[in-house]
């Protein structure tokens, strides 16, 4: 992981409706992929697909928002410390101090670091640049309400397989529920798959499926026919000024991301079990 990248972009103001310095970061390392193409529309929602791919096949996506709830200030100030995983949700990480990002203003206190959601911008145009073939998109103004993915270009998704997520706390988290909704079937290959990946790969053994406020799958997932899923990148405190992220997590839920390409393919997985019928193709 290119830390000294993750900093600098850590390091860039954003806020909901306050996102301008963002998406302009986005849109210029976009520029600067080989082999990838993007656009933004009237919300300032950013697509971007790399590769083409052949007759029948179907792009992996990850998402991620561009806004986060802190308030802007003039410098944001990246500091590597060794600080503890904190105890929330029930969880006690122990006494074993890891090395963390966490900002800090020009007078020295702590401004949140926005690591909900730059964690998940970071990790989309990581992959973004590594891997051959894949769509992404980074959303405006999830916190508030998801107003940016509610209005997602629908001709972007036509040819979308799946959806993969950053933007769940800590190193333990998984979304199957959001806001209501149902994210993936647990009888399909989908999730078959990923449970797997998230098995194997989840720092913190205690992983868990859980039911989630919204975040931008929930709203693909009431527009769009594939599976979605949601999973912890790796900031702590968050929505608070003394969160920091995690580096080894973020690295981790990068490197899940990267396999669940690697197994699930190019192909469609419906959000719903179906039989396939060769004469009809597939049929709920």
């Known amino acids: 992981m290119d830390l000294n990248k993750f900093k600098e972009l850590l390091s860039v103001p954003t806020k909901t409706y306050k996102e301008s310095k963002m998406v302009d970061y986005i849109l210029s390392n976009l520029e600067g992929m080989e082999g990838v193409t993007f656009n933004r529309d009237q919300h300032n929602n950013i697509y971007a697909v790399k590769g083409a791919l052949g007759e029948g096949e179907f792009y992996p996506m990850f998402i991620s928002h561009t806004d986060t709830v802190h308030e802007l200030v003039d410098l944001i100030d990246v500091k590597e410390e060794y600080l503890l995983r904190p105890y929330t949700f029930g969880k006690d990480f122990g006494s074993e101090q890891v090395l963390c990002l966490k900002a800090y203003d020009k007078d020295g206190k702590p401004t949140g670091i926005g690591g909900d959601d730059k964690c998940g911008v970071f990790a989309c145009l990581t992959l973004l640049k590594e891997l051959p073939y894949l769509k992404a998109s980074f959303f405006v103004s999830e916190e508030t309400g998801c107003h940016g993915s509610k209005k997602a270009d629908e001709s972007f998704f036509e040819n979308v397989g799946y959806g993969i ?8 988290m998984i ?7 149902v994210l993936f079937d ?6 078959e ?3 797997k990946i998230l098995t194997e790969g989840m720092v913190n053994e205690d992983m868990q499926y859980m039911v989630h406020p919204y975040t931008d799958v929930y709203a693909l997932r009431n527009k769009f026919d594939f599976s979605c899923i949601n999973f912890s990148i790796g900031y702590y405190d968050y929505h608070t000024k003394n969160e920091y992220v995690v580096i080894e997590d973020v690295f981790n839920g990068i490197e899940m991301g990267r396999k669940m390409i690697s197994e699930l393919g190019y192909k469609l997985h419906y959000k719903e079990s179906v039989k396939y019928d060769p004469m009809q193709r597939y049929i709920r």
């Open 165 to 172: 997520q950053f933007d769940a706390p800590e190193n333990w």
């Open 193 to 195: 798959k990923i449970d």
């Open 186 to 191: 647990r009888n399909t290959e989908f999730f």
């Open 175 to 181: 979304t199957e529920k959001c806001f209501g909704q």
